[in-house]
């Protein structure tokens, strides 16, 4: 279903008679068809993200997993997933890609999943012949039905969540990851996607501070 996207225009600068120095002060904001908020104040850039203690990565997890145990509908549900860090890499391969955004779905046999999709600095959706996850390649029209049928057993309105390409850097190009668990959190200001990287050697570190959607959602007409 194509997006309908609507310009608000909020004037921010004092009251000035030349209507082109006004227009340069004007903020804009992007919104999509669902009324969901996109931000242009540099939500989507390769910064986005950062590292985060095993104490506090460890204490959102549970606090996310003792709010929904009471769930039927999340009972079931797998409580990680884990993608392959060659299928990421080259997602961020793409040089008009700035970051991933994490879409959430349900599959088929009720397991979680996350579908990463390339994000430009604009805040764009990255069109793809195929979506890695957990459990293979999946279309488009699969990944549209898999995010469909999250929302319809979710308790949380957040649909997807985006970190940027540092923080891929600092797991996979530094930290040497193979592979990449990704898992649900909850903090004080809300829900956290939180990726971690099991190294041998180094340990195991943790990233968050992603920006959820709603309220910076993408523009396109993918979903």
Not at 27 to 53: H, M
Not at 153 to 165: C, K, N, T
Request: charged residues 15%; hydrophobic residues 40%; glycine residues 6%.
């Amino acid at each position: 279903m194509a997006l309908v996207v609507v310009c608000f225009i909020a004037y921010a600068c004092k009251k000035n008679n030349d209507n082109k120095n006004q227009a340069a002060n004007q903020k804009t904001e992007t919104a999509t068809a669902s009324g969901n908020i996109l931000s242009l104040d540099a939500t989507f850039t390769k910064n986005t993200g950062s590292p985060i203690s095993k104490d506090s990565a460890l204490k959102w997890m549970a606090a996310y997993g003792s709010k929904m145990a009471s769930l039927t509908s999340y009972s079931s549900l797998t409580k990680n997933c884990v993608l392959n860090s060659k299928d990421l890499m080259n997602i961020l391969k793409n040089p008009d890609c700035v970051g991933i955004s994490f879409y959430h779905g349900l599959d088929s046999m009720n397991r979680w999943v996350v579908m990463p999709f390339g994000v430009t600095a604009s805040g764009s959706l990255i069109k793809a012949i195929s979506i890695p996850t957990p459990y293979g390649y999946i279309t488009m029209d699969q990944a549209r039905k898999m995010k469909n049928a999250y929302a319809v057993i979710s308790s949380s309105s957040i649909q997807a969540q985006y970190l940027g390409y540092n923080t891929f850097d600092r797991l996979i190009n530094k930290g040497k990851a193979e592979w990449i668990a990704i898992q649900n959190g909850l903090k004080i200001n809300g829900e956290a996607l939180i990726l971690s990287n099991a190294n041998d050697t180094a340990g195991i570190t943790y990233e968050d501070e992603s920006r959820p959607c709603p309220p910076f959602c993408l523009q396109g007409s993918l979903f």
